[in-house]
């Protein structure tokens, strides 16, 4: 249940600090006064959207913090991982931003909206709640029934139905190509033609690299050689040089130490050519090895051109051919056994909910029948209220049904579905016993009913007070109202009211003390002019609870 509701900077309250405790509360105050900011700030925790014009006027961002007791609810315990406690915090930016925490944890919207059906049902005379749903009208039925194992393996059977017919759409989407088939057992014959290894082209290029080096290195090695030893070659024109200069040796000895280096260069000449001949008959040369080679790499990249890819995905890529090829040989298999599961699921699934619609069945009437005792309390003696249970063809994991509570409030009037009734003061009478009846065996521990009195009076009001108060010993209860019928019955009575100056306006809330109570009762009886008369009606009220 609500245990605290912090608001700060909210539309035109400041700061607003709310401890509820279990039973009714209520909260009244004068129009305008701000009541539906506490409706606005449970709201926004629970996942309405925000808006940054609901910050208070001057603000940067505003704040609330809302605090549930979870002790007996273990949905919620598995959902948060907490044992106890369940801190809802919202903070609201002036850029239209939000940010949402659960116990300290970063939250999305849409999370707080499925814990928020675990903690609070909201309902408001101005708003489609939750009771004119069809769903909720089937979550109340089952919670009066009681048969929530059934529901899980209803639930349960059909998740395993979903995930074998999308594996089976997933096959049947497969099969369909046939030429897709064909296609690759074209392109891996091509690669068992090719017989490429993991990592072959490394260690190709490596290689390739090697001897392709080889091949410069030992070509040049040739030339040069070739070109200091042949016949004309660079020795021969130097011995021809020397000769021309040997004659003039005797005549100019000058030129002996010239001719004596010329000599000497022809002999390192010609032992560099011997070593480079030497080294280039060392070195490895396989020219047999790197045709071999180039071939191999040109097949390689020839195939990996063809199907548009790196070449180094080559190896890998032909892996994914092989598993796709497998998978679509062997589908027409798969898919035959999966459909074989898919029917013995479907078959078990129609089976548990044949059973749930009985449930439902049987616990329809019960329930129909328990409501129209308490509308027959709210002046509505001539009301019926069937819960038609119409068949669905839809597989669903709530099962196989359609529930519709439908209404007559006029006799010869034949039953509607609730959500077509129009008048206001019976909805919320019909929506009140119908709370009634079905929170003896709800989960949800907190029930906020904003103006539902509305549209009734006197003998019903006080009626509706009683059954309010009553509807509080299984579900804590937050009533806003104005009829003084109501509020008298309340455990706890919040006033909510509003400052205002020349400078700034602010709402506050306080709990009322019997005293404050009195007061209040008598405004509400008699407005703003407290008569004695007013005063004695208020303390009969409060002296009847």
Not at 45 to 66: H, K, N, P
Request: net charge negative.
């Amino acid at each position: 249940m609500l245990t605290q509701l912090n608001v700060k900077n909210l539309a035109i309250a400041e700061e607003i600090e709310i401890n509820f405790s279990a039973g009714m509360h209520v909260i009244t105050g004068e129009t305008g006064a701000g009541k539906s900011i506490i409706l606005d700030a449970l709201s926004l925790v629970l996942g309405d959207r925000a808006a940054s014009e609901m910050i208070r006027a001057g603000q940067t961002q505003a704040e609330i913090v809302a605090s549930f007791d979870i002790s007996k609810l273990p949905k919620v315990q598995t959902l948060i991982e907490d044992q106890h406690e369940c801190i809802i915090r919202r903070v609201i930016n002036n850029d239209g931003r939000s940010k949402a925490y659960i116990n300290g944890i970063s939250a999305s919207v849409q999370q707080l909206k499925s814990l928020s059906i675990h903690l609070v049902q909201m309902h408001s005379q101005h708003q489609h709640h939750a009771l004119l749903q069809n769903d909720f009208q089937r979550q109340m039925l089952d919670e009066y029934a009681g048969h929530s194992k059934l529901q899980d393996k209803v639930a349960t059977l059909f998740d395993q139905w979903s995930k074998i017919k999308q594996d089976i759409v997933k096959l049947e989407s497969l099969q369909q190509s046939a030429d897709r088939l064909d296609l690759l057992s074209y392109q891996l014959q091509e690669f068992d033609n090719l017989d490429l290894q993991d990592d072959e082209l490394s260690g190709l290029n490596i290689r390739h690299k090697q001897l392709s080096k080889a091949t410069d290195i030992v070509a040049n090695c040739h030339f040069t050689t070739e070109a200091l030893t042949a016949d004309s070659g660079i020795v021969d024109q130097l011995h021809s040089l020397i000769a021309k200069l040997d004659p003039f040796v005797k005549d100019a000895a000058q030129i002996g130490s010239p001719i004596k280096m010329l000599q000497d260069a022809i002999i390192n000449l010609q032992e560099g050519s011997q070593e480079l001949a030497q080294f280039a008959n060392q070195l490895d040369l396989d020219a047999e090895q790197l045709q071999h080679i180039e071939q191999r790499l040109s097949a390689i990249h020839n195939l990996a051109r063809k199907l548009r890819i790196d070449p180094n995905n080559l190896f890998d890529h032909m892996q994914v051919l092989r598993s796709e090829h497998v998978r679509l040989s062997n589908a027409t298999a798969e898919l035959a056994e999966l459909q074989k599961n898919l029917q013995l699921t479907e078959n078990e699934y129609s089976q548990a909910a044949e059973e749930l619609t009985a449930s439902r069945t049987k616990a329809a009437m019960k329930f129909a029948n328990a409501v129209i005792k308490r509308l027959q309390v709210l002046e509505m003696p001539q009301v019926k209220l069937q819960i038609d249970i119409e068949p669905s063809t839809q597989i669903s994991p709530t099962g196989l049904d359609k529930v519709n509570f439908c209404v007559s409030t006029n006799p010869g009037q034949p039953p509607a579905q609730l959500k077509k009734v129009a008048s206001g003061g019976e909805l919320s009478r019909i929506s009140l016993a119908i709370q009634v009846i079905a929170a003896e065996r709800m989960d949800t521990p907190t029930l906020v009913m904003d103006e539902v009195d509305v549209g009734i009076s006197g003998k019903t009001a006080a009626t509706v007070g009683a059954l309010m108060r009553e509807l509080s010993a299984n579900a804590q209860i937050i009533c806003i109202t104005h009829l003084p019928q109501v509020a008298s019955q309340a455990h706890i009575h919040f006033k909510v009211t509003k400052t205002q100056t020349a400078k700034r306006t602010t709402t506050e809330i306080s709990s009322l003390e019997r005293p404050q109570r009195l007061q209040e009762l008598a405004r509400l009886l008699g407005g703003t002019n407290i008569t004695p008369a007013a005063l004695a009606n208020a303390e009969s009220l409060l002296t009847t609870v």
